[in-house]
């Protein structure tokens, strides 16, 4: 059993920022990837941004390349999402995944991979 605790949601105007981060409790142990997923409204989960254990091995989607940076403390067991020059398309409930088999996984950005998920938070841009 994982928990994901969230933090850093809200509203921004367009071309803002937003720092949202995601700690991880219970049954961690070691090796597991982190992820970003979002969902608009009247849209599936979309995947954002992946990074595994070591922190080399990391994805994004293209909507988000170049303006969001995904990272990670294990000490803290924490994963940020670094959000800048966000646009209103960037306007979704954004949630915290855990994956623990990574290995397992055949396609990184499978909104799918992830074995718990945190609350969600909302994040909202306005033009």
């Known amino acids: 059993q994982v928990q994901l605790v969230e933090s850093g949601g809200g509203s921004v105007q367009a071309g803002g920022s937003l720092r949202l981060s995601c700690a991880a409790s219970?049954?961690?142990?070691?090796?597991?990837?982190m992820g970003w997923l979002r969902q608009a409204p009247g849209k599936e989960h979309e995947f954002v941004a992946r990074?595994?254990?070591?922190?080399?091995?990391?994805y994004y989607a293209d909507s988000v390349k170049g303006r969001f940076t995904i990272s990670r403390d294990n000490a803290k067991n924490t994963v940020y999402l670094q959000m800048n020059s966000l646009r209103p398309e960037d306007t979704a409930i954004y949630y915290c995944?855990?994956?623990?088999?990574?290995?397992?996984?055949?396609?990184?950005?499978?909104?799918?991979?992830?074995?718990?998920w945190g609350q969600g938070t909302q994040v909202t841009v306005s033009s």
């Open positions: 990074i595994n254990w070591r922190g080399d091995a990391i």
């Open positions: 219970g049954r961690t142990f070691n090796n597991y990837a």
């Open positions: 995944g855990w994956d623990g088999r990574p290995w397992a996984r055949t396609m990184p950005m499978d909104p799918g991979n992830y074995d718990y």
